[in-house]
């Protein structure tokens, strides 16, 4: 076993898929960086991707396969969504996933329709790396969590991990996968060790893991948002208060199956997700439970969300509109009290 932090088990993911596949190829801004005045000799690495995360890859694999860009999202997406239908399987790095919008025509209108379009006969096997998240000070125009308008495009699959153990095992499946895949990367967690095994491993797509086992109030989160939430089951276990945290992983494909399981099994569920306060995962999440399992609940679901609003640049209003463990605490003891 390995002590590896969420940015080091998502390099070392990524290092696994190349030495198995000599046809993944990585791609992006600064992924080496520095070839020029920084580094005039072209020896060493000066950045690995505006987080480090991809530093050492291009010294293990060469210019061939660590590929620098220049600053043009469409770009990176167009070349990533051509490379892929010749043969090749890219990772793109988009850096911040606020940047889709430049090239949300290449994930939206072509990567995600090839399969389909042209009869199954082509496949379209990329991955698209981004982060996501607030609550680290990057304002507005670096801190969304745009994967609810991901998971509501036909034709991708959209991974949002917790933690250093799933990020390793997500991406190594999900650079495998034939189907172009979004993976988003929480910010706020890139520096979150855990124990990870020192030999590659895979986790399927669409199966969720239970964090924490309850009986009384179900929690679903995704993200930074599931170490929240178990933050608060186990606070809330000191009071006999029994909360089961459902992980989703993914949200496209989404284990419905897991999520209502639990749902039924508690009666209470509490939704946490901080992708969009109108149409977001969580509304996708307690419309299933709704029209699922409703005869199952035994009090109003409850829904923790930031407000409708731009991510805010001020620490302090920052710290309001991220979901607390305060609102989701609140929210389990509604539930539990109903």
């Not at 898929?17 to 990585?26: C, G, I, K, Q, W």
């Not at 969504?81 to 790095?93: F, I, K, S």
């Not at 990020?167 to 890139?190: M, N, T, W």
């Not at 895979?202 to 933050?231: E, Q, S």
């Amino acid at each position: 076993m390995t002590k590896a932090s969420f940015r080091e088990a998502i390099r070392m993911g990524m290092a696994d898929a190349m030495r198995e596949d000599d046809s993944v190829v990585l791609m992006g801004e600064d992924l080496r960086g520095g070839k020029g005045g920084l580094n005039p000799d072209q020896t060493i690495e000066a950045f690995g991707g505006v987080f480090g995360v991809t530093k050492g890859l291009w010294t293990e694999f060469g210019d061939k396969r660590v590929i620098d860009t220049p600053i043009t999202e469409s770009a990176i997406l167009g070349m990533a969504a051509g490379a892929a239908a010749t043969g090749l399987r890219p990772v793109a790095e988009l850096m911040f996933m606020d940047f889709f919008g430049v090239a949300y025509d290449m994930i939206y209108n072509q990567a995600a329709k090839f399969r389909y379009m042209f009869g199954g006969k082509a496949k379209t096997p990329l991955v698209m790396r981004g982060i996501i998240g607030a609550g680290v000070g990057a304002a507005a125009q670096h801190s969304n969590s745009p994967y609810n308008l991901f998971t509501s495009t036909a034709g991708v699959k959209v991974v949002v991990p917790s933690n250093a153990y799933d990020a390793r095992g997500l991406l190594l499946q999900s650079i495998r996968d034939d189907d172009p895949v979004i993976f988003c990367e929480h910010k706020a967690i890139y520096d979150v060790k855990m124990e990870i095994p020192d030999a590659p491993y895979a986790i399927p797509l669409g199966v969720a893991n239970y964090t924490r086992l309850g009986t009384d109030v179900t929690i679903v989160a995704l993200g930074n948002l599931v170490n929240a939430a178990n933050r608060v089951a186990d606070k809330l276990a000191a009071e006999g208060i029994s909360v089961e945290v459902v992980d989703p992983r993914t949200t496209s494909p989404l284990d419905e199956v897991a999520i209502l399981e639990s749902v039924a099994s508690t009666g209470r569920l509490v939704v946490v997700d901080e992708s969009s306060n109108r149409c977001g995962f969580g509304h996708d999440v307690v419309a299933l439970a709704a029209t699922q399992v409703f005869d199952e609940l035994r009090a109003p679901i409850q829904l923790v969300v930031p407000p409708h609003t731009p991510v805010p640049f001020s620490p302090a209003l920052e710290a309001q509109w991220v979901p607390s463990d305060a609102r989701i605490e609140a929210a389990v003891r509604k539930v539990v009290g109903a």
